[in-house]
């Protein structure tokens, strides 16, 4: 059917109507398309570009051979600047029709659109062949390298493929730092030689489903002037470079307030907390996660922080206290429960600084926190560039 793409939506669609509502994948705003419908909702069907008729300006030709077959990215046939300008538009939209709130965007952070990942999930078929998964499939797609992926990554990944992956591995997952670090996951293989195999190809560290590890067990990373240690199982930012630059929008904006007491929830290894130390007169973080906590506290000790302290308790079992300035945010993709939200109006500090990786969540949270607090500032960051996936920071302060 032919149709015309109008607007943005979050998940890498673009919405159109033509006798009813209809998710298009594959087209950009404006473009007119061929495209066929692949799967029917209740309100809205979904369909996939077959041809372009009428191509916008913005569309180029992706750089990568396995574009449209390997599932790691989607964006490769949108221009770098129009693909930020869509997550604009997305947020936009999100915290207008979810949110209920208008309001204007500042800058957007953005970072190279290339080589930024720090981590990468490797599958591995049956016969060995290692890369990513086909979308909407379990099928892996090989590939000579990843342009998203980190130029060591990348090295590591011709290594292994050229030695060879023993039968029975089905997963390899790799984290880059000062070293390089592997997590094996599978059954029935020899673990020794898979190890040889893996120190050959550049790992430093590796983790094996049976909680065998072998060498170096954490990566450190420079956290804006900071050491900060971090294990295979505890999260950290993939585009490491970005990151360091949202820190400095948030250190600078901190060090003009100079809370007193800033409660950090879903804190992690202190991603926030030891950067913004220097700025408060406490810091407690709160993390569910053993191991980030783990990681935290050893990044207290080996930074020499005095005025931070980690709790290590769900955030929806902690509560902030009165006497809290600042609360800083950075949920999982569901965003703020009914219970933390409850909280955080009781504890009522002056100032929210709420990261979030789901602009959905994140204007449905705004808007439930609107009788409270308003958007002081909100921006896009481009963490994840070639892909659909957005990172939103948002500053609130409390209305009265």
Same mark, same amino acid.
């Given at each position: 059917m032919r149709l015309e793409a109008?607007?943005?939506?979050?998940?890498?669609?673009?919405?159109?109507?033509?006798?009813?509502?209809?998710?298009?994948?594959?087209?950009?705003p404006g473009e007119v398309v061929e495209a066929d419908v692949v799967e029917k909702k209740k309100d809205y069907s979904v369909a996939s570009v077959t041809e372009v008729l009428e191509p916008s300006p913005d569309r180029i030709v992706p750089a990568c051979p396995v574009f449209g077959i390997c599932g790691g990215c989607h964006y490769q046939y949108i221009a770098c600047n129009r693909q930020v300008s869509m997550k604009e538009?997305?947020?936009?939209?999100?915290?207008?029709?979810?949110?209920?709130?208008?309001?204007?965007?500042d800058p957007s952070l953005i970072s190279s659109p290339w080589h930024y990942r720090k981590r990468a999930q490797f599958k591995v078929s049956a016969d060995g062949r290692i890369g990513f998964y086909r979308t909407l499939s379990h099928e892996v797609v090989e590939f000579e390298k990843c342009l998203l992926l980190s130029p060591e990554i990348n090295t590591f990944l011709e290594k292994i493929k050229s030695a060879g992956v023993l039968p029975g591995i089905k997963e390899i997952h790799v984290q880059s730092g000062d070293v390089l670090l592997a997590s094996v996951k599978g059954d029935r293989f020899d673990t020794g030689i898979?190890?040889?195999?893996?120190?050959?190809?550049?790992?430093?560290? *590796? /983790?094996?489903?049976?909680? =065998?590890v072998e060498g170096a067990e954490q990566i450190c990373?420079?956290?804006?002037?900071?050491?900060?240690?971090?294990?295979?199982?505890?999260?950290?930012?993939?585009?490491w470079g970005l990151n360091q630059k949202l820190l400095s929008v948030i250190v600078s904006f901190v060090s003009s307030i100079r809370p007193e007491k800033v409660i950090d929830l879903y804190c992690g290894a202190g991603n926030f907390s030891i950067p913004l130390?220097?700025?408060?007169?406490?810091?407690?973080?709160?993390e569910e996660n053993p191991v980030s906590f783990r990681d935290g506290k050893e990044n207290i000790e080996l930074n020499r922080i005095g005025n931070v302290r980690f709790v290590n308790r769900r955030v929806e079992d902690f509560e902030p206290g009165r006497d809290t300035d600042m609360i800083i945010l950075d949920p999982p993709r569901a965003?703020?429960?009914?219970?933390?939200l409850r909280g955080i109006t009781e504890a009522s500090p002056t100032w929210l600084v709420y *990261? /979030?990786?789901?602009?959905? =969540?994140?204007?449905?949270?705004?808007?439930?926190l609107k009788e409270h607090y308003v958007p002081d500032s909100v921006r896009v960051v481009d963490m994840f560039p070639q892909t659909y996936h957005i990172e939103v920071?948002?500053?609130l302060k409390k209305t009265s």
């Amino acid at each position: 059917m032919r149709l015309e793409a109008l607007i943005p939506l979050y998940g890498g669609y673009t919405l159109s109507r033509d006798d009813g509502v209809i998710f298009i994948r594959g087209a950009l705003p404006g473009e007119v398309v061929e495209a066929d419908v692949v799967e029917k909702k209740k309100d809205y069907s979904v369909a996939s570009v077959t041809e372009v008729l009428e191509p916008s300006p913005d569309r180029i030709v992706p750089a990568c051979p396995v574009f449209g077959i390997c599932g790691g990215c989607h964006y490769q046939y949108i221009a770098c600047n129009r693909q930020v300008s869509m997550k604009e538009e997305v947020v936009l939209d999100c915290i207008e029709r979810i949110g209920k709130t208008e309001l204007s965007l500042d800058p957007s952070l953005i970072s190279s659109p290339w080589h930024y990942r720090k981590r990468a999930q490797f599958k591995v078929s049956a016969d060995g062949r290692i890369g990513f998964y086909r979308t909407l499939s379990h099928e892996v797609v090989e590939f000579e390298k990843c342009l998203l992926l980190s130029p060591e990554i990348n090295t590591f990944l011709e290594k292994i493929k050229s030695a060879g992956v023993l039968p029975g591995i089905k997963e390899i997952h790799v984290q880059s730092g000062d070293v390089l670090l592997a997590s094996v996951k599978g059954d029935r293989f020899d673990t020794g030689i898979a190890a040889e195999r893996l120190r050959d190809a550049g790992i430093s560290g *590796i /983790s094996f489903e049976n909680g =065998t590890v072998e060498g170096a067990e954490q990566i450190c990373l420079d956290l804006n002037g900071y050491h900060y240690m971090v294990s295979p199982k505890s999260f950290f930012q993939v585009n490491w470079g970005l990151n360091q630059k949202l820190l400095s929008v948030i250190v600078s904006f901190v060090s003009s307030i100079r809370p007193e007491k800033v409660i950090d929830l879903y804190c992690g290894a202190g991603n926030f907390s030891i950067p913004l130390s220097p700025f408060a007169g406490e810091i407690v973080g709160v993390e569910e996660n053993p191991v980030s906590f783990r990681d935290g506290k050893e990044n207290i000790e080996l930074n020499r922080i005095g005025n931070v302290r980690f709790v290590n308790r769900r955030v929806e079992d902690f509560e902030p206290g009165r006497d809290t300035d600042m609360i800083i945010l950075d949920p999982p993709r569901a965003g703020l429960t009914k219970k933390v939200l409850r909280g955080i109006t009781e504890a009522s500090p002056t100032w929210l600084v709420y *990261i /979030s990786c789901n602009p959905s =969540t994140f204007a449905r949270d705004i808007g439930r926190l609107k009788e409270h607090y308003v958007p002081d500032s909100v921006r896009v960051v481009d963490m994840f560039p070639q892909t659909y996936h957005i990172e939103v920071l948002g500053i609130l302060k409390k209305t009265s």
